[in-house]
């Protein structure tokens, strides 16, 4: 069981974190602020990684995946310009960070994960936390979750060739869409904006994410995949 020294501790920690990795860099939107210092991101990690969890890079969570560096996470969320009344599609829950903090700042948080043991994990962790608008299914996020579609906001945590149709298609009127877009080792971080049947696409910045595998994203018997993801 964690102390409370361990606690005033990771507390310390995710303060750093958002001061030093996160306001340095510019994201100034205050509630996506106030959820980066509310979600205790070392509880998302495995627990030999506890100490590094505030670090400035993503860590592995297992099954190949990784949990994203905190500024990104901060970042992608800040572009979804959130107001607290948004249902929100998030494919690759991974750990459930992502998930904790778009729930803290969204109505609801609908998010599909690929592989079950990743999602079982994620959801139960959620519910112990009292996220309890955050909704987990197991699937082919590149198919997205058509039975609460449309969606004021969309985010993908992981990277993909295109935008996978059937999410543009989820994105209501007016909603904001985020993805890593690009080849393997490194992507551009796009902005789709939602305007009746227009698609307004904008270029942020540059990344690189594990690949979204599915049938609008990469094939998972390609085997550089086979390679990186074990």
Known sequence: MTSQDDLTEYDQAREQMVRNQIEARGIADPLVLAAMRQVPRHLFVPVEMRDSAYRDAPLPI??????????????????LELTGEERVLEIGTGSGYQ??????????????????????????????????????????GTLGWSEYA??????????SPDIPPP????????GRFIAPIGPRWTQTLVRVRRKGDKFHREHLTSVAFVPLVGEHGWNEGDSFLRRLLG
């Open 167 to 174: 999410l543009l298609d989820q994105l209501a009127d007016g």
């Open 62 to 79: 297992g099954e190949g995946q990784t949990i994203s560096q905190p500024y990104i996470v901060a970042l992608m969320t800040e572009m």
């Open 150 to 159: 449309p969606y004021e906001a969309i985010i993908v945590t992981a990277a």
């Open 99 to 140: 998930a904790a903090v778009l729930s803290l700042l969204a109505r609801e948080v609908y998010t599909v994960e690929r592989l079950p043991t990743l999602a079982r994990r994620a959801e139960e962790l959620l519910y112990q936390l009292g996220y309890h608008n955050v909704h987990v299914r197991v699937g082919d």
